[in-house]
């Protein structure tokens, strides 16, 4: 597979950015903004654990359910439709990585630095004992 040059890249980019913009907003405004509306008039905050308990039965009763622009369709019927044309996932995506308790980062020592700043004497110094003011 040849790999694009960043003109190609950057058109590419510019025609599927809004495709996933798109539904940032509408998951912004139809999930996150409502939920925490609702939250808030209990004295509660959203968080993490909240909004993961509640986006799956949002996604079937209200995302799943509307009627997507592109395809027409509710998304749960057209996934219905094309499951049986879906292959399985594989068993195992990769092989696991043993973990372990430590890890081993080699300490570099900070560089040594030079100051680049130095005081009026070596100026005046370097123009010949001249102070020339402006």
């Known amino acids: 597979m040849p790999l694009r040059s960043s003109t190609e890249f950057v058109d590419h980019y510019?025609?599927?950015?809004?495709?996933?913009?798109?539904?940032?907003?509408?998951?912004?405004n139809s999930f996150?903004?409502?939920?925490?509306?609702?939250?808030?008039?209990?004295?509660?905050?959203?968080?993490?654990?909240?909004?993961?308990a509640k986006v799956g039965p949002w996604l079937q009763r209200v995302a799943h359910q509307r009627?997507?622009?592109?395809t027409l369709e509710k998304p749960a019927d057209r996934l219905a439709k094309e499951v049986k044309s879906l292959l399985?996932?594989?068993?195992?995506?990769c092989q696991s990585i043993p973990q372990t308790n430590t890890l081993n980062i080699p300490i570099v020592p900070p560089l040594e630095s030079v100051s680049l700043q130095h005081s009026i004497s070596v100026y005046e110094a370097l123009l010949g004992g001249e102070h020339v003011i402006a």
């Open 32 to 52: 996150i903004v409502p939920l925490n509306t609702d939250l808030r008039a209990h004295n509660l905050e959203l968080d993490i654990e909240i909004a993961n």
């Open 14 to 28: 510019t025609k599927t950015k809004g495709k996933v913009e798109r539904f940032n907003h509408y998951l912004k």
């Open 67 to 70: 009627i997507h622009g592109t």
């Open 88 to 93: 399985p996932l594989p068993a195992r995506v």
